[in-house]
């Protein structure tokens, strides 16, 4: 079955627009480094580079593709201030809702953006902890932490599943951006695969899953996203999270009035594909025992 016909199945309505929205030019977007400087600095300095700009989330921007180039190039960019990335990807660390006094996990974390976002919204100090399995990903994480001032954050060269046994019950909040197949975007690099690999890709997302709500506190909330659209990687996952020994519950995802397109259902909420927006699968959920 070609991708193609995949995304047909998962999304009937709009598949036209969604499908070229694949190879059209996305707006860039980027997010204030909280760390080091504040969004009205960030729009002074944008305003004398003669950039428009539109902040569509707290602290987020977009501008146009052309003006990637010149933000790349920039005292913003290269005194990182500013982190380029998606709104899909900052809407799942922004869902989270971490503050601080919060212990707070990424449990897959490179290359770091939304370590940096989680860290900007807790403050510098707090206790935010990393984790990443694979060594050359790890080390382009520390990397990015360093750079973005965020060299207070714990890493942890680890496989994240480890949490089960060695941190139950100890973190408020945690982010688990699991590896997936990608199959919510498409582009010249977009490697297909075969039902083996997204079944066993599944099987990995429900071990991290069930691992991140032994390591929560009961009344924490995490956020479990991924970058897919196939229900196997999302909404079977978060099923089988419900018929587990855990008792939680599903929250609501908040756009913050991004105007971003978007499916809701009792499992969580898949950002569409457009001119701004990646696509995106965020589940929000509250451990209550």
């Given amino acids: 079955m070609s991708f193609k016909d995949d995304l047909k199945l998962i999304l009937k309505d709009d598949f036209e627009q969604i ?64 982190y380029i990335q998606n709104p899909s990807s900052y809407l799942a660390a922004l869902n989270l ?3 601080n006094q919060m212990s707070v996990l990424d449990m897959c974390g490179s290359p770091g953006g939304k370590s940096i976002a989680i860290a900007g919204f807790i403050g510098n100090g707090a206790d935010l902890r990393v984790m990443e399995i694979n060594k050359d990903r790890f080390y382009t994480l520390k990397s990015n932490l360093i750079k973005f001032n ?105 756009l913050f009035g991004s105007k971003a397109k978007f499916q809701t259902n009792k499992f969580g909420t898949r950002i569409l594909p457009d001119d701004k927006f990646d696509g995106f699968f965020i589940s929000k959920i509250k451990k209550l025992a």
């Avoid at 004398?48 to 933000?71: A, G, R, S």
């Avoid at 199959?183 to 695969?193: S, V």
């Fill in 19 to 82: 499908w070229q929205s694949f190879f059209e030019p996305k707006y860039c977007g980027f997010f204030v480094n909280l760390i080091k400087t504040n969004a009205k600095f960030v729009k002074s300095e944008l305003e004398n580079l003669n950039i428009k700009f539109d902040e569509i989330l707290p602290n987020f921007f977009i501008t146009e593709p052309q003006n990637k180039t010149i933000l790349s190039k920039s005292n913003l960019f290269n005194n990182a201030q500013i």
């Fill in 97 to 99: 809702g971490a503050k």
């Fill in 150 to 254: 965020c060299s207070f954050v714990r890493t942890f060269n680890k496989d994240a599943r480890s949490i089960a046994h060695t941190c139950k019950n100890m973190f408020d909040r945690i982010l688990l951006d699991a590896p997936c197949s990608g199959y919510a975007g498409f582009d010249e690099n977009f490697k297909e695969k075969s039902q083996k690999e997204i079944k066993s890709l599944s099987k990995l997302q429900k071990s991290l899953l069930n691992a991140a709500l032994n390591a929560l506190k009961s009344g924490g909330e995490m956020i479990y996203s991924t970058c897919t659209f196939y229900e196997q990687e999302n909404e079977e996952v978060v099923q089988n999270a419900l018929n587990s020994k855990f008792k939680i519950e599903i929250l609501p995802v908040d």
